[in-house]
């Protein structure tokens, strides 16, 4: 009997929270991956979707400051929709941070909640 009542303690506060700690981690890890954070902060100042233009000669000013302001401008706009994406992926992660923690406090707090439950139908039986 004791031996049932030891392993069901096992089952429920180390094996449980490990496989919940373990999914937590995944959807962790897909979230910031499916909006790619990393890669978004990594190519920051990159040129948005890669549209560059070519510089001119050397004694080409025109041509050159041309693709300068359209080069430097690329930069700006990809700097501006990556801020967006991060920020989405973040939050969403943060999200899911939150509703793992959530789930994982209410598994550890089951046992209690399901007792206090009890003895309250018991007083309303009562």
């Known amino acids: ?5 030891y392993q069901a303690l096992i089952w429920h506060f180390c094996d449980i929270p490990k496989g919940i700690l373990r999914g937590w981690g995944n959807y962790l890890y897909f979230s910031l991956n499916y909006f790619s ?11 948005w979707r890669k549209y560059g233009e070519a510089y001119g000669g050397t004694f080409d000013i025109k041509k050159n400051f041309e693709s300068f302001v359209f080069n430097s401008m690329s930069r700006i ?15 969403f992660g943060l999200l899911v941070f939150i509703i793992g923690l959530i789930i994982l406090i209410l598994w550890l707090l089951t046992p209690v909640l399901l007792l206090i439950i009890f003895i309250l139908g018991i007083k309303l039986l009562l």
């Not at 009997?1 to 009542?5: A, Q």
């Not at 954070?37 to 040129?47: D, E, I, R």
């Not at 990556?82 to 989405?88: A, D, M, P, Q």
């Open 37 to 47: 954070v990393p890669t978004l902060v990594v190519t920051f100042f990159s040129p």
């Open 1 to 5: 009997m004791i031996n049932i009542i």
């Open 77 to 91: 706009i990809g700097a501006i929709l990556r801020t967006g994406l991060i920020i989405t992926g973040l939050m």
